[in-house]
Antibody, heavy 115, light 111 residues
């Protein structure tokens, strides 16, 4: 079936980087974009950015520009989201989702930033 | 990026109907028919319930319906059931620098 499967939980120290993966299956990976959304503890959903899987074009939320990089590896149908210079307020569950409307979601990856 | 405004909580008894509002501006909800709604049970992945203001994806119960008037979109859940207890988020395309924005989220409680 159509699904997105994300990598496991991460614990990072402030200032470090994290790279979350999102493997797609059950559909033509190149035909849809991948969006990344995060949810901090007790907070709502926050749109982080989007990547056009076909040509690699990206659109990042202004808040994350300079710290986030979204990439894909078409042979393995995998999308990646790397966030650098981590701070404690980056502690959140990070989700990948297919395009807009976000019709398929990954299960989420908990990223904890703590010294 | 300013979030769309939703009520923090809405409640209803089983069998009743409830409506969740999502208020934005002419730059997002009012300007485009790209409003979607998501159901989120804590600890699980969000689920698309409504796309393009009022389209219900295959597999979503017809108890869920969406509409829009001006800068406010709405999600109505009819015949409320215990399994509907969850958080609900709206989302819209926006003409601002960040192209998509979510609502603040609404907790639905089934009494």
């Amino acid at each position: 079936q159509v699904q997105l499967v994300q990598s496991g939980a991460e614990v990072k120290k402030p200032g470090a980087s994290v790279k979350v993966s999102c493997r797609a299956s059950g559909y033509n990976f190149s035909r849809y974009g991948i969006t990344w959304v995060r949810q901090a503890p007790g907070q709502g959903l926050e749109w982080m950015g989007w990547i056009n899987v076909y040509n690699g074009n990206t659109n990042y939320a202004q808040k994350f520009q300079g710290r986030v990089t979204m990439t894909t590896a078409t042979p393995t149908s995998t999308a990646y989201m790397e966030l650098t210079s981590l701070r404690s307020d980056d502690t959140a569950v990070y989700y990948c989702a297919r395009d807009f409307p976000f019709d398929i979601w990954g299960q989420g990856t908990m990223v904890t930033v703590s010294s | 990026q300013s979030a769309l405004t939703q009520p923090a909580s809405v409640s209803g008894s089983p069998g009743q109907s409830i409506t969740i509002s999502c208020t934005g501006s002419s730059s997002d909800v009012g300007g485009y028919n790209f409003v979607s709604w998501y159901q989120h049970h804590p600890g699980k992945a969000p689920k698309l319930m409504i796309s393009d203001v009022s389209n219900r994806p295959s597999g979503v119960s017809n108890r869920f319906s969406g509409s829009k008037s001006g800068n406010t979109a709405s999600l109505t859940i009819s015949g409320l059931q215990a399994e509907d207890e969850a958080y609900y988020y709206c989302s819209s395309y926006t003409s601002r620098s960040t192209p998509y924005v979510f609502g603040t989220g609404t907790k639905v409680t089934v009494l």
